[in-house]
């Protein structure tokens, strides 16, 4: 069966520090990739997305950025991290073929101070 | 701009009863529909999932499709307290899945 694992699970930064959390998934093969942001009591914001090594597709323009070394390994990093970037960090993979369902991991629940 | 809306809630049931949740979406083309159940300070996890018009049924989860009125819904029967979550519903095509802002349930015993 399929395993999504993200760390670290929660994380404390000051304003202007990096960031970089890790996304991997174990027992599928070239799934597509997804990260995601929800803020506090909003609804889920698609910041990236990947459906290969090396291919990432940025949904909006901000200070973060994402990278897929591997074909089960997704990250998103920051060099400076803003205020506004607090939020649950959600990484997703997806079925490939009709059906679509994304699947989510447990999240990192990032403060910035 | 592709939307899926949701009524925020909070939507309130007793214990024993039918709660029925609703979703519409602005996309003519999507392909894919589906509810999550989020819990406090948790991930979404995946309920049901539904690719044609009709209802489906899964236990005490019954999603219901309606591409032509682009509306989904989700009712669960015999509500229990461990049911209050928010329920997210998300709308898929092409690559592009969207979500609601979630519709928070709370059962009260």
């Known amino acids: 069966s399929q395993t999504i694992h993200q760390w670290p699970a929660t994380l404390v930064q000051p304003v202007g520090s990096p960031l970089s959390l890790e996304c991997t998934v174990e027992g599928t093969s070239n799934p597509n990739l997804y990260w995601y942001r929800q803020a506090a009591g909003r609804g889920l914001q698609l910041l990236f997305y990947s459906v290969g090594i090396g291919q990432i597709s940025s949904e909006v323009p901000q200070n973060l950025s994402a990278s897929r070394p591997q074909d089960r390994q997704f990250i998103l990093s920051s060099k400076k991290l803003l205020l506004s970037d607090s939020g649950f960090y959600l990484c997703?993979?997806?079925?490939?073929?009709?059906?679509?369902?994304?699947?989510f991991g447990p999240g990192t629940r990032l403060t910035v101070l | 701009q592709k939307e899926v809306e949701q009524n925020s809630g909070p939507l309130s049931v007793p214990e024993g009863a039918i709660a029925s949740l609703n979703c519409t979406y602005s996309?003519?083309?999507?392909?894919?529909f589906f509810w999550y159940r989020q819990y406090s300070g948790k991930s979404p996890e995946l309920i049901m999932s539904?690719?044609?018009?009709g209802d489906k049924e899964d236990g005490r989860f019954t999603a219901q499709l309606n591409k032509a009125s682009q509306y989904v819904s989700l009712l669960i029967r015999d509500s229990q307290p461990s049911d209050s979550a928010t329920y997210l519903c998300a709308v898929y095509n092409n690559n592009d899945m969207r979500f609601g802002a979630g519709t928070r349930l709370t059962v009260k015993p």
């Open positions: 997703a993979w997806r079925k490939s073929g009709y059906y679509n369902e994304q699947f």
């Open positions: 996309d003519r083309g999507s392909q894919s």
């Open positions: 539904i690719y044609s018009n």
